[in-house]
């Protein structure tokens, strides 16, 4: 790692100016958004103060005089109106902003990526995320050093709140073996020892140093000032040292609370002698700021400690800063601190201790003071260069698979990145990622051609015929533990390495779908991120009849469908899946301003929902050879198309009641024999395959939402009117919860009948599973009866 020694230049008092600011921005920040805006609504608009306090140091030690123009840090989402404030200072943010934290089209709550207007590298706000995401972010830069040439060096940092390592996924994270090694990654630990409750009741700083030390990360405490590293050298001061580090962590907040002979009497309350001695000589006015002067709010203490993690480039650090919560408030301390406002008076007192006016609280620093044109030479130190989102490259509309037997669709997916990996152009930018599952998700063919990816060569002590797990450098899949928060931890960074590492790639994760709930937070993380990256749940459904209702998904399909920035994907046939993974990686290749499709830009992540049930292709051929390879590439693209014209397939039945029948994947053999078996009835059913419920549906919402903002009557999308024709009712069949397909007959305004899987599953075969949850064609010519008998 770059080496960054003492800087001569640097003025501590100068910097000790702009923490000064930058705390008082912060406070004023909240203040301005609880009591300078009126909302009308009754709810309070909130902010932490106190929080953001507890940080002013060592983030102002970070921005001014720490960082370089290449890393990049998350900041503990309490703390946002700290990161605005530096901004502010900087010159990268209006000043019009100040006021309008928490408003429409103001600062956001918690940092955000995309919301945000001052550019921040790492969105925050579900604690613990934002702490890992830095951590997945320096693998992926490890991974493009190595397959694109080194990148200018960066340091990649998480501030994170001591109470965000109670959250389960940090230490996932920190254990997983793709991460280890990563000299260039530094945890900033607020170690306040407060959470929103209350004063934490003893300190675990020795649990969480060893649970660091023994993930092989590198640890580093700030616990004193530069007031009582002194007063230790003093003769007596190794019993001061001892009674602090002995003291009850509620007996040492209440401090903060207390002045003069009160807080002597509380910090000597169960002492020893020789402490009550050492400090007799020390007057009450000296004594306070003496007892409570913590490292974490040591401008010289913090940049000494960042100063021995970059020395240490073999292993992560972290840095355990002890802080008090409300540092330079009023409310320090205060075991009720977290969500607590100082008062409108409060506020006026704090300006006044500033040397602020109301007519000058929300200045810069003067551009001519030696704090304003240190700032000036931080901002031009920090800017950074534009980064490209697009890959130069265009990703083929079909690798033309071949499926002349039943297939499922899992096996497809892994065909399609075979043949992708044999693109001279594609290739060198897909990585692939997997927690533990790459085999079992058909990705061994991948695998076997691009190899695992690993810092260095490692020696392979067995041969596998079946998987060849090449490791180095030059390998394009990056294997993760059993872990599935740690996948969408990684695709998210893989999928925002144009910008954290100036380098697009197209990523690609695989997961067993019933597991796709257990990395959810991370999943919506990463998304609401912007990241760009495909996922494939498989193998998904009750149609993973053997393996009982723990591995069967069902609520996954309304999950893909719901999230914002996720394109939900469930296709059931070879081709359709190569032509809807291949659109989906031009898409993302292409950047957020471009398009593969007549459908709008899409920007976020690619859900596919697969399964291992081998289906026959012939019906999907007849549909191609009716329809056309343009056309109906279109519409398997666009979200639907009809697999089955009942009136081309079926002449005699021009004039007979028609039904339509929607399904997605797994189950369009059984919704095919309805149809026939509706045919022998007389009733004329058209099978339509569903491909992309969120399409679809996005298009309808668009048509709705329209019509609603301009009063004038809703049109029906053209995917929908192509797939479905004539005006009839409709049956839906899914293996997933019988809801997620359920709004196609309002969509069209129609009967509905929806079937689905709406209890947990069990073990047995697909016959019988598919018997229990009415997903038989039997039950699908009842469902259709019903409907029609809705009319």
Not at 397 to 416: D, H, L, M, W, Y
Request: include cysteine.
């Amino acid at each position: 790692m770059t080496e960054h020694p003492p800087r001569p230049d640097l003025n501590l008092d100068v910097l000790d100016e702009i923490q000064r600011r930058v705390l008082w921005l912060a406070t004023r920040i909240v203040d301005a958004a609880n009591h300078g805006r009126v909302t009308g609504d009754g709810v309070k608009v909130g902010g932490h103060q106190a929080s953001s306090a507890s940080l002013a140091t060592a983030m102002t030690a970070l921005w001014f005089a720490h960082l370089d123009q290449a890393d990049r840090v998350a900041v503990k989402p309490h703390a946002s109106p700290v990161y605005h404030a530096v901004q502010y200072l900087l010159g990268n943010l209006d000043r019009s902003y100040l006021p309008r934290l928490r408003a429409r089209g103001g600062l956001q709550s918690y940092p955000s990526r995309t919301k945000d207007p001052d550019g921040v590298d790492f969105s925050t706000g579900s604690v613990g995320l934002g702490a890992a995401a830095p951590l997945f972010a320096a693998v992926t830069r490890r991974y493009v050093d190595a397959h694109f040439g080194e990148r200018p060096r960066s340091r990649f940092v998480a501030i994170i709140g001591d109470a965000e390592l109670d959250e389960g996924n940090i230490w996932e994270a920190v254990a997983d073996p793709a991460t280890t090694g990563l000299g260039n990654v530094m945890w900033l630990v607020d170690f306040n020892r407060q959470s929103l409750d209350r004063v934490v009741p003893g300190v675990r700083i020795n649990q969480w140093r060893r649970q660091f030390e023994a993930a092989g990360w590198h640890v580093v405490e700030v616990k004193y000032g530069r007031k009582l590293a002194v007063a230790y050298t003093r003769p007596g001061g190794e019993h001061l040292r001892a009674w602090i580090d002995r003291m009850p962590n509620e007996q040492y907040q209440s401090l903060f609370g207390l002045t003069g002979a009160a807080l002597r009497r509380q910090f000597l309350d169960g002492a020893p002698a020789e402490v009550a001695e050492f400090v007799a000589d020390i007057n009450d006015d000296e004594l306070g700021p003496l007892v409570t002067d913590l490292g974490g709010h040591d401008l010289t203490a913090m940049l000494d400690a960042y100063a021995q993690c970059d020395a240490v480039t073999d292993r992560p650090s972290v840095v355990f800063a002890y802080t008090v919560k409300g540092w330079g408030l009023p409310i320090a301390g205060n075991p009720r601190n977290h969500s607590a406002l100082l008062s409108v008076e409060q506020i006026d007192a704090l300006r006044a201790v500033h040397g602020l006016t109301p007519d000058t609280e929300w200045d810069r620093l003067d551009p001519a003071s030696p704090a304003g044109v240190w700032a000036a030479s931080r901002r031009e130190t920090l800017t950074r260069p534009p980064r490209e989102q697009a890959l130069p490259i265009a990703v083929p509309e079909t690798t033309r698979v071949r499926a002349n037997k039943p297939i499922s669709t899992q096996e497809v997916f892994g065909r399609v990145l075979v043949d992708l990996a044999r693109d001279e152009q594609v290739a060198p930018y897909l990585v692939t990622t997997a927690p533990d599952v790459a085999t079992s998700t058909n990705l061994a063919g991948f695998i076997n051609k691009t190899g695992v990816f690993a810092p260095s060569a490692q020696r392979s002590w067995s041969e596998d015929r079946m998987l060849r797990w090449t490791e180095g450098p030059s390998g394009q899949h990056i294997e993760l533990g059993i872990s599935e928060m740690n996948l969408f931890l990684l695709l998210g960074q893989l999928g925002l390495s144009w910008d954290l590492s100036g380098q697009p790639l197209l990523p690609v994760g695989t997961v067993y779908d019933p597991f796709v709930l257990r990395g959810l937070d991370a999943f919506l993380y990463g998304t609401y991120s912007g990241s760009r990256f495909v996922v494939a749940g498989t193998p998904s459904g009750v149609t993973l009849a053997p393996e009982g209702g723990a591995h069967q998904s069902t609520i996954t399909a309304s999950v893909g469908l719901e999230l914002p920035g996720v394109t939900f994907i469930e296709p059931a046939y070879a081709t359709a899946l190569d032509w809807l993974l291949c659109d989906a990686l031009g898409q993302i290749a292409g950047g957020p301003a471009r398009t593969t499709t007549a459908a709008p830009t899409e920007d976020g992540a690619y859900y596919f929902r697969l399964t291992t049930r081998p289906i026959d292709q012939a019906p999907f051929e007849a549909a191609r050879a009716r329809i056309g390879d343009a056309v109906l590439r279109r519409q398997a693209v666009a979200g639907a198309y009809r697999l089955v014209d009942a009136h081309q397939a079926y002449p005699e039945l021009v004039d007979a009641p028609v039904v339509h029948l929607a399904a997605s994947g797994a189950v369009l053999p059984e919704v095919l024999a309805a149809a026939a078996e509706l045919a022998d009835e007389g009733i004329a059913a058209h099978v339509v395959d569903v491909t992309s419920l969120d399409r679809l549906y996005r298009a309808w919402q668009r048509t709705l939402r329209q019509g609603v903002r301009t009063a004038t009557v809703p049109s029906v999308p053209g995917v929908l009117r192509a797939a479905f024709a004539e005006r009839a009712p409709v049956v839906t069949v899914h293996d997933a919860a019988s809801h997620a397909m359920a709004w196609l007959g309002s969509a069209l305004g129609v009967p509905a009948v929806p079937l689905g899987v709406d209890e947990f599953g069990q073990s047995g075969t697909v016959h019988e599973l598919y018997e229990l949850h009415d997903l038989l064609p039997g039950s699908i010519v009842n469902a259709a009866l019903a409907a029609l008998s809705l009319r």
